[in-house]
């Protein structure tokens, strides 16, 4: 039902990197760009969308010198078979784009630099935008065939799935232009939480002295291990994977979105990892259906995945909210939304100021709470 192409990439540390070498001569320097601004990065190379459009992303140098830096991986939905990867069909379920709206300064929450209780208003930051409809982790142009319906032929579509060239292309310029760095704070929001702790391992070799914290925002809740050999295949993924990964005999059926968390905390026990869900997230929800799964509460998907977690890694933290929203830490919400007594805010900056946490649970997860 599809073919596919993988990508050549190069072998260095425990890492096979296609983009961190890509295109780096023709990009801005740190130095040369405006503090407290965000600029926009054209990379050109091997960086491309789904549908062959151009990539770019976004840097902002703190307003004040900082040694502190945030690196953000964008959400956008995923697909993985031809009728959701049609993005002319009536059901596309990703981004294919990068452009206008991706912008930074689109977003309240953490990217609101003005407001007085964020933790990461003097933080230099580093947003990956997603357009590649492989929660940047692919590496490899799968062609889909979409069959025909009463008034459609028959078609195929090529996606190209080279999330991890571009996320790797933007790490690279990061690690050529921000020297060693006292703290690197690892998130991301729907697609771009999945794989935020494989990508919190990347940036901890890279760094070897900082203190590195990561926390993923709404995508704790998929469950459903009969279509990994499906999605891992289609996007490319185990051709990206250290070989720390084998050696722990991670397979194509083994692998799952947790094992990114344990593994990382495996090989950086020191590292904090964390998640935020909301008990109800209407966006999971809908992803899950497509797996298969419906008719099952996303609190009863999230708990086991998070117990598959625990059971490897020590230092594993989740605050779980009420309500079904989805994608928090980028919106005015994170201030206000709480577990219990515990507000997100006050939780996510004892993680960045290197304090003890512990997990937080709604009470009653039908709605969110909301402090002051």
């Not at 425990?14 to 801005?28: H, K, M, S, V």
């Not at 690279?172 to 939480?193: E, H, K, L, Q, R």
């Amino acid at each position: 039902m599809f073919r596919f192409k993988l990508m050549v990439v190069a072998c260095i540390g425990l890492w096979c990197l296609t983009g961190l070498a890509l295109a780096q001569d023709a990009q801005p320097k740190w130095a040369d760009l405006p503090a407290g601004e965000w600029t926009q990065m054209l990379p050109g190379g091997d960086t491309i969308c789904s549908n062959g459009t151009p990539y770019s992303y976004f840097v902002r140098p703190a307003e004040t010198e900082s040694d502190k830096l945030l690196v953000h991986f964008q959400g956008g939905g995923a697909c993985w078979f031809g009728q959701i990867c049609d993005i002319q069909g009536e059901n596309p379920t990703y981004d294919p784009f990068v452009d206008e709206s991706d912008h930074p300064i689109n977003y309240a929450g953490i990217f609101n630099f003005d407001h007085e209780e964020n933790p990461f208003s003097d933080y230099n930051m580093v947003m990956v935008p997603y357009c590649t409809a492989d929660v940047h982790i692919g590496n490899t142009d799968t062609t889909y065939e979409i069959p025909a319906t009463d008034t459609t032929e028959a078609k195929e579509v090529t996606i190209f799935h080279r999330g991890y060239v571009n996320a790797t292309t933007v790490l690279g310029w990061t690690f050529n232009n921000v020297a060693d760095p006292s703290t690197v704070f690892v998130t991301g929001c729907s697609a771009g939480s999945i794989p935020s702790p494989f990508y919190a391992a990347m940036i901890a070799e890279q760094y070897p002295d900082a203190r590195i914290e990561q926390l993923g925002d709404a995508s704790g809740g998929y469950r459903n291990p009969t279509l990994a050999q499906q999605i891992w295949s289609n996007w490319g993924t185990m051709d990206i994977l250290p070989e720390a990964y084998a050696e722990a005999g991670v397979t194509i059926d083994s692998l799952t979105f947790e094992t990114f968390y344990q593994m990382t905390g495996g090989m950086y026990p020191d590292m904090s990892l964390t998640q935020f869900n909301t008990a109800s997230d209407a966006v999971q929800l809908g992803f899950v259906g497509l797996t298969g799964i419906t008719d099952t509460p996303l609190i009863d998907l999230l708990e086991p995945n998070f117990a598959d977690i625990k059971a490897q890694v020590e230092d594993f933290h989740t605050f779980t909210a009420g309500g079904d929203g989805h994608c928090i830490t980028p919106t005015d919400d994170f201030y206000n939304i709480m577990a219990g007594d515990v507000r997100l805010v006050d939780w996510v900056t004892m993680l960045a100021n290197d304090e003890a946490i512990e997990d937080a649970k709604c009470e009653d997860c039908t709605a969110a709470e909301m402090g002051e």
